[in-house]
DNA sequence: GGAGCGAGTGGGAGCGCTCCCATGTCTGTC
DNA sequence: GACAGACATGGGAGCGCTCCCACTCGCTCC
């Protein structure tokens, strides 16, 4: 185990030298092999081994342009608002899809405004390949920022805006939000339930429009009176459900847009005697094991896979790079399936 | 707003031409300026803005040897059990202060024992200045691997091992853990307990060690029956309550060694019908806020700055590798204090 | 058996930057 | 008013790598 002296790494030119072949030849078999004849190969690869070789990342990307590495923008928010199960399984799926192709990650966390310029800047510098960004609002400065940086960027979940003419169209990743909220509806109404409520999160994230799109699906005919909004916060799902249950005391369930939100929905039934799932039902959505399992009952809730959706992102991302570069057109943004899942509060 | 077609970036060359002076010029003011006449400075200054010009970060590198990046390891496991309130202020704090430097913060999350050599290969390339990593147990791999490729590490948290001979001292940032167990112990006391039973964490994370060695200082002739084990989450402080009850009902006074394990307890003894604090004072230690303020009643705790940790651990950092360069000694690692926060619980 | 061809290899330029060193310029001093 | 000395500037090498291009083989094919 030779420590090495900082700085005094071995060069490809010192693995050339030792297997007696030229700089050029032992790129090749550094970088693959192509086109180089077995014995050659062979005697490099022992050089790199023996030398304990390892490429110079910087002297590579300063010729090839690309740098391996690939940007997690999150806005700070986020990382508390979703208390995180959320955020941290994605970037989860994120690390393990990057790690897989030998792909950094580097994290930007937005504190504010003022980082913006920041994150402007060190896009624009090339450090990294392309960028990984989540759901954002319409005023959002990120996706103007990526786009004149040049940056391929694949978002998390569906973007409140879309591409103008002439532009890449966005590519993002998302649940079947509206497809899943349908099948939590359809659900309740197979149980016989008439008068379900809603209670939605806030109407500037996509996911929610999304959400509440499905219920309309099935609910044709909505009564106002049975929808209230939330913020995606067990406090705001209280407080929903208690403005509900204020309103239409004759509700017999409710499906709400996350479960953190059915968890506060819970809480106010227990507190005012409700029987789940007798008298009223309720589904949530997500399916974070943190909380639809810990409560009780134990939610129905609407699965979505996030862990895969972060992989899923950061696939579509390298593939988009791959095919930068071959001259293929980007792929297209991707819909992934929800299933609901029947525990004990419907 | 000039759209950059890519790889036509401007480059140092361009910037100096422009503004009429050498490369070497230009390079001095987009380095700070440093004897470089106003006039000059100004004439480069206003090239670059031009221009637009952004260095080229993988030439600068190349020469400098520095790469303006940190790693930060994180094992997958953490990610989950501290279910992250934990972690991603830490992390926040970390990327607060590396953004302050202009450091980039490379995120590397170990999802098992496969992944040390995809790390040890990262951490040996030199695609790093430095790492951050948080407390690990005895066997871990990682202090080895970061100390074979030279790679400057502070650690999150008071490592359970300590240098070997010869060897630079372990840094960390850890809480004074300690002296926080001993203040919430104390307070117990001061409020006429006199059977504080302990809830501990496990006895190969430091933090559990520490929290119980204060403890011990206050309680000297330590009652075994009192103590019982927990795993710092929740299900496991309700477990070690139980415990502690069936084998001390007579017990009126209990010190968790952290807050979800406190949560725990809190709920059997509710569901023991023991009033709290008035049969039982409870005691945390964290003060996570979306735990310690969110219990019925609000837990009385022991406040650690978590997200100031990870400020910390960053500056040590950094300012090891500034005092590398100047050739000064590493700085020392850092207690930092806690606090004692008075809620309803105790 | 010689021209033609393709595959394998090496030479060398150059990516954009920093930093050493030589050169030039302007002070202050006797 | 000439000379050292400090300071400012420019020239140029070189960081480690990839990739273009030219070259040399060993074959096939007529």
Redesign the interface.
């Known amino acids: ?1 030779p ?2 002296h ?2 005094s ?1 071995p060069t490809l030119e010192a693995v050339a030298a030792r297997a007696g072949v030229s700089r050029a030849t032992a790129s090749r078999v550094v970088n693959g092999g192509d086109g180089v004849r077995k014995p050659l190969v062979d005697r490099v690869r022992q050089a790199v081994e023996e030398l304990q070789y ?6 590579r ?2 010729v090839t ?1 690309r ?1 391996g ?1 690939v940007a ?1 923008v999150i806005a ?1 928010p986020e ?2 608002i979703f ?3 959320f955020f ?1 399984l994605q ?2 799926g994120i ?2 899809e990057l ?1 897989a192709h030998d792909t ?6 937005v ?1 504010g405004p003022a ?1 913006f310029d ?1 994150i402007a ?2 896009l ?4 990294v390949d392309g960028a990984l960004a989540f759901s954002l609002h319409t005023d959002d400065p990120l996706p103007s920022i990526t786009r ?1 940086a ?1 940056v391929p960027t694949v978002y998390g979940g569906r973007p409140s805006w879309t591409a103008g003419p002439g532009e890449q169209a966005v590519q993002y990743v998302d649940a079947d939000n509206r497809g899943g909220a349908r099948a939590a509806v359809q659900y309740l109404r197979g149980l016989g339930r008439e008068r379900i409520a809603y209670i939605g999160g806030p109407p500037d994230q996509t996911s929610a429009v999304d959400r509440l799109d499905g219920y309309r699906d099935i609910l044709v005919e909505t009564d106002p009176t049975l929808i209230a909004e939330g913020a995606f916060t067990v406090e705001s799902g209280a407080r929903a459900m208690a403005e509900l249950l204020d309103r239409r005391p004759d509700l017999d369930a409710v499906f709400a847009a996350n479960d953190l939100m059915a968890s506060g929905a819970l809480r106010v039934l227990r507190e005012r005697g409700i029987p789940v799932p007798e008298q009223v039902a309720l589904v949530g959505f997500d399916d974070m094991d ?1 909380v639809a399992e810990a409560t009780d009952p134990p939610l129905t809730t609407v699965r979505q896979e996030i862990e895969g959706q972060g992989r899923l992102m950061a696939r579509l991302l390298l593939r988009g790079l791959e095919k930068d570069r071959t001259g293929a057109g980007r792929p297209d943004s991707v819909i992934t399936p929800t299933t609901l899942v029947r525990r004990a509060s419907a």
Chains 1, 2 share one sequence.
């Open positions: 185990m420590e090495q900082p700085g790494r390892i490429p110079n990342h910087a002297a990307t300063l342009r740098t590495a997690v700070e990382i508390r208390s995180d199960p941290s970037l989860r690390s393990k790690a950094q990650l580097v994290l930007l966390i504190e980082d920041r800047r060190y624009s510098g090339g450090h004149r040049g943190t």
